[in-house]
């Protein structure tokens, strides 16, 4: 896994995912149909051996994977967040998952998004960032619309959810009009 700071928003910390959030409570997010309706993890199940064997497959390349916790008095861990980084092209690729299903639609998707966005183009000097969901997952179609990003690619009836087929949507942000923005949206520390 490539080397992070610790990166903190105003309602979250973002660190590196480690063995102490290889917890069963973890496990049951990644097998409750609600939480992954919209991934390929629907397909599996998981244990905390596949868990972990996915966090040991970070080691050594240049891709990340954080969890993300609540700042308050809970410092509850309610998400986790990847980042695949072609360092080639200089393109990073971000997923997130909200696990803790009472914190759905209350703004953390997008906080820890453009957090990390902000992250890997300050401190990784990614020249884009890309994301993809299904289309009918609004709630990740909002935060790439939030986040400004721009439709690139899709995949036309390429999914099926429920015996319908439904498109896959791709979209981008470029460095240089990220850095247009006013201010830095995360703080960040050795840690």
């Not at 990166?7 to 290889?22: G, S």
Request: aromatic share 12%; net charge positive.
């Amino acid at each position: 896994m490539a080397k992070s700071k610790r990166i903190e928003t105003e309602r979250l910390v973002v660190e590196p995912f480690n063995e102490k959030y290889l917890t069963e409570r973890y496990v049951a997010w990644l097998n409750d149909p609600k939480v992954v309706r919209f991934s390929e993890q629907r397909f599996k199940k998981h244990t905390l051996q596949s868990c972990r064997t996915y966090m040991q497959s970070f080691e050594g390349t240049p891709n990340y994977f954080w969890a993300f916790i609540t700042r308050d008095q809970r410092s509850e861990h309610i998400g986790n967040v990847n980042a695949y980084i072609d360092t080639q092209n200089q393109v990073g690729d971000i997923g997130i998952l909200i696990g803790a299903k009472n914190y759905w639609g209350k703004g953390y998707g997008l906080e820890v998004f453009e957090a990390v966005t902000d992250y890997l183009f300050r401190e990784n000097h990614v020249r884009k960032v890309t994301a993809g969901t299904v289309i009918a997952n609004t709630g990740m179609i909002r935060i790439m619309e939030r986040a400004g990003m721009k439709e690139d690619g899709r995949r036309i009836r390429h999914v099926i959810f429920d015996g319908k087929e439904f498109d896959v949507v791709h979209a981008a942000l470029f460095r240089d009009d990220w850095l247009k923005k006013d201010g830095v949206l995360y703080s960040s520390a050795n840690g």
